[in-house]
């Protein structure tokens, strides 16, 4: 029997970290358990184990279900409507790991035999963990299931790698500007029969012991809607630089054309009733005085009543005037139709806080770890909330210096007195196998708040 190198299993099992850890829906990926295919099991073995795998994530579902009804999250729901209904309360501050609980055993501990199951282990185990986080972040009590969907992109190709965390692009859709007439228009098409299955997978496993919401919303959001991420993919970020001076007609053909084409897949949404109250999205919690909740299986509802989030990251390096020109008026009448929005990623917006003013419905501005956090609040002053990403590196990413952490930390705070301020970990793309980093940023975050308030 022949053997894999040992270098060659090591690549296989990260590969499937990196798998596990990029599932944002049930059923969208195949796992592997340890790197290698699961062998076909028949019969009777089959049946046993998945029993038994249902056993296990009913125990798993029953411990959420009592975790998501814990008073605290009430308590933390009002805070952040008040914090983003610009209302007087302490800095928030949560973590989204982005792939760093990879690394957390907890999170990653497998069970399930069942490889179609497995994602919902996962989903739960992952659920639990974040409820002894101790952070402001809230778990819903339901669990999510997103539809599958049988148009997704423009309709063109392009050789597109995705390397862990980054893309790496050698062939760009849009050879020329002129190549728009390629481009097929975004629908809204269901595949009703895998999604059905998706749904009746998991509510046949724990559906009597918490809810389970069905996302119907468009496949087209956030990145793949903001308008910047799929320019950058279909034409390449320096050359659509180059067309903003070169070609800027035929670039503004184009934003035009990914405009309606967004803006039509939505109403297609719309007119499905396919929207739903779990389809908010700020990157943190998705609450405001002002709106509904994030509630399961409430579709149909207005997109007034739901937050939107918008990045412009491929923009960054991009002038005030041009990003407003090329960009923002044509994420305006995306942003138009939704109640409130969240605009800002990874982008330095240093220097285009006050573009942004002409968002009518703005309310929560991102300061990434490149931006200068001095300056972006000298603008925003108490005019939005203030979604602040102090840089992952110096936090738990590439060692861990409680001091220099916390001397972060404080002078963030120090600088953002008198706002409605919050602290997001994102981006955590490892933390060098070390959990207990992420746990102590979050009581060091909460110590230094408890200084200031």
Known sequence: MLE?????????RAFDARRIRKSAALGEVTFLRGGFPNPPRFGLEMQMSRSK??????????????AAADPRYDELRQLWRDHNSLKPVRPLFCLRPDGGEGEVPEVMHRECEDDSLYPLEHQLRFGLWR??????????????????????????????????????????????????????????????????????????????LIPVDLDRSPWYNV??????????????????????VDEPAKLHRVMAFMRDGILAVHQQAADAGDWGLSASN???????????GPAANVCGVDRKQLWWFTPSQEFTLVSPAMHEEFLLQYQLPIMAQFGLIAYGC?????????????????RRIGVAPVADLARCVEQIG???SISWRPNPAEMVCVGFDENRVRRIISEGLQI???????????DVSTIENDPRRLTRWAEICREEIETIT
């Open 4 to 12: 894999m190198a040992p270098a060659r299993v090591e690549n296989l």
């Open 53 to 66: 795998d249902i056993e296990m994530l009913r125990g798993l579902a029953e411990a959420y279900a009592e």
């Open 131 to 208: 409820h002894a986080y101790p952070d402001d972040f809230i778990i819903e009590p339901w669990l999510s299931v997103r539809a599958a969907f049988t148009h997704t992109g423009w309709g063109v190709g392009g050789d597109r790698v995705q390397d862990g965390y980054s893309f790496k692009i050698t062939d760009y859709p849009l050879k020329t500007l002129d190549d728009v007439d390629k481009l097929v228009p975004p629908r809204h098409e269901i595949d009703g029969a895998a999604t059905a299955e998706r749904y009746e997978r998991v509510c046949e496993a724990v559906g009597d």
């Open 223 to 244: 990145w793949s809607s903001d308008l910047s991420t799929d320019l950058g993919w279909l034409r390449g970020i320096q050359q659509f630089m180059f067309d903003m």
């Open 282 to 292: 700020t990157l943190t919690m998705p609450y405001a005085n002002e709106l509904p």
């Open 346 to 362: 990874c982008e330095d917006l240093t220097n285009k806080i006050d573009m942004l003013r002409q968002i009518p419905n703005l």
């Open 382 to 384: 108490a005019d939005y």
């Open 416 to 426: 953002a007195r008198g706002t409605h301020f919050s602290i997001v970990l994102k």
